[in-house]
C-alpha cells in the first residue's frame, strides 16, 4: 500500500516545486526592481546587486511557500479527482487518512523548512545583507560622482563631474574644498580616476589646476600633471551598522540585552517577532488542510467545486491577514501574541474536522453502484 502513497506525493511535488518558483520569480523582481537604486546611485557592481538580491530570497521564500502549497494542490486535487484517481485509492481500501496523509506529510516538510528558515537562515542573510547594503551607503569612493551633478558626499566637500566612462574614467573634474578653518580649495581637471592606495580611496586628477585660498584670503594657484585628492578625511569610520528586529536570532528577541535603550524601547516588538516566527509554519499545514476540505472534503460534485474553492481561498487570505494584523496588534500588547497561533490553528482545526467528518453517504448518493464496493473500505 506504499506505491499510492508515494504516488500521491510525487504527484503533489512537482506542482509544489512549481509554485513556488513561480512566487519566488515574482517576488524577487520586486525586490529587485525595489534595489536597483543600488546600482544606479550608489554605482555598485552587479556582483553586489545580485549578492544583495539573493540574500533576501529564504525570507521571501518563506513567505510564498504556503500560498505556493495551496495552488499546487488545488491544481493536482482536482486533477486527481476528475480522473477518478481519488476514487481509486478509496477503491483499493484505503481510509481517508492514507488518502490524505501524502499530502500532510509534504504540507509538514514545508512547515520544517519554514521553520528552520525563520529560527536561522532568515536572521543570517538579514544580517549579512545589512551588513553588505551598509558597505554600500558609506562607500564614499562609490557615490562620489554622479555624471553632470555637483554632489556633496560629505560636508565641507562638493565633485562635480561632466561624464565618465564605462572604464571608470572621469571628464572635466571640479571639486571645491571648504575647511573648518575658512581656508577653501578648489581643483579642476580634464581626466580623473578613483583609485586605491593601500585602503585608502583616492581621487586621482591629471591634466588640471588647484587654486587655494588661505585664511588670510591670499590665492595659491598651482598647476600639475598629476594630483591627488585623499578621500580618507571624509569617510566616518564612526559610523555602526544596527541590527533590525528582523536581523536578530530568537535568543536575542526572547532574551535580549536589556541593558540597552534601543533593546527596552522594543522589547514587546521584539517578543512578537519572536512568536511571529513560531507561529508562521503553521499555516502550510492549514492551507493544505483547506485545500483538501476544498476538492474531497465534501460531497462529489460533476460540476466542480468551485463554490468550496473560493471559501476556502476566502479563509485562507483572511487568516493571513488576520495574521499580519495579529502582528502589529502584539506589538503594543504581549498577551495578544496567544492570537498568532489561534488564528491559523483555528481554519486548520476546522477544515481537518470537515475533512475527516464521516459524510461519505453523499458519495453514494451521487455516485450509486459505482462507489457500492467503497462501503467496507469507508465506512
Known amino acids: 500500500m506504499r506505491l499510492i502513497p508515494s504516488y500521491l506525493f510525487r504527484q503533489m511535488l512537482g506542482p509544489t516545486l512549481a509554485a513556488v518558483a513561480a512566487l519566488g520569480g515574482v517576488a524577487l523582481l520586486s525586490q529587485t526592481l525595489a534595489t536597483l537604486d543600488i546600482i544606479i546611485d550608489h554605482r555598485q557592481s552587479v556582483l553586489t546587486f545580485a549578492k544583495i538580491v539573493a540574500l533576501t530570497m529564504p525570507q521571501m521564500i518563506a513567505m510564498v511557500l504556503p500560498i505556493a502549497l495551496f495552488v499546487a494542490a488545488l491544481v493536482t486535487l482536482n486533477r486527481l479527482h476528475t480522473e477518478h484517481e481519488i476514487v481509486v485509492c478509496y477503491s483499493a481500501g484505503m481510509s481517508r487518512w ?92 580634464k581626466y580623473g580616476r578613483i583609485e586605491k592606495h593601500g585602503d585608502k580611496p583616492v581621487l586621482v586628477l591629471r591634466q588640471g589646476s588647484n ?7 591670499v590665492l595659491n594657484y598651482l598647476a600639475f600633471d ?51 516566527r513560531l507561529s508562521t509554519p503553521i499555516y502550510n499545514l492549514t492551507f493544505m488542510a483547506l485545500a483538501l476540505w476544498a476538492v474531497i472534503g465534501g460531497s462529489f460534485s460533476r460540476v466542480g467545486y468551485m463554490q468550496r474553492i473560493a471559501a476556502a481561498a476566502a479563509i485562507a487570505g483572511a487568516a493571513r491577514v488576520l495574521g499580519f494584523g495579529a502582528q502589529a496588534a502584539c506589538d503594543n500588547n504581549v498577551g495578544l501574541n496567544v492570537l498568532q ?39
Not at 587654486?211 to 584670503?217: I, K, P, S, V
Request: with cysteine; net charge neutral.
Open 226 to 276: 598629476e594630483y591627488g585628492f585623499d578621500l580618507a578625511p571624509y569617510l566616518k569610520d564612526d559610523q555602526q551598522v544596527h541590527y533590525k528586529i528582523s536581523d536578530r536570532y530568537m535568543h536575542e528577541l526572547v532574551f535580549p540585552d536589556l541593558t540597552g535603550e534601543w533593546e527596552r524601547a522594543n522589547r514587546k516588538r521584539m517578543l512578537a517577532e519572536a512568536h511571529y
Open 98 to 189: 492514507e488518502v490524505n496523509s501524502p499530502f500532510f506529510r509534504l504540507a509538514s516538510l514545508a512547515a520544517l523548512v519554514t521553520l528552520l528558515v525563520n529560527l536561522w537562515v532568515q536572521p543570517w542573510c538579514e544580517r549579512a545583507m545589512r551588513d553588505e547594503l551598509f558597505k554600500v551607503k558609506t562607500d564614499l569612493a562609490a557615490s562620489l560622482v554622479r555624471p553632470g551633478e555637483f554632489v556633496q558626499p560629505s560636508p565641507g566637500l562638493t565633485v562635480y563631474a561632466q561624464s565618465t566612462d564605462p572604464s571608470g574614467q572621469l571628464r572635466n573634474v571640479f571639486i571645491h574644498q571648504q575647511n573648518p578653518d575658512g581656508a577653501s580649495a578648489t581643483f579642476s581637471a
Open 341 to 379: 497561533y489561534l488564528i491559523p490553528l483555528g481554519p486548520l482545526w476546522w477544515s481537518t474536522r470537515k475533512l475527516f467528518a464521516p459524510n461519505i453517504h453523499n458519495y453514494r448518493q451521487t455516485q450509486g453502484p459505482t462507489l457500492a464496493p467503497l462501503q467496507p473500505a469507508l465506512g
Open 211 to 217: 587654486q587655494r585660498y588661505n585664511q588670510r584670503g
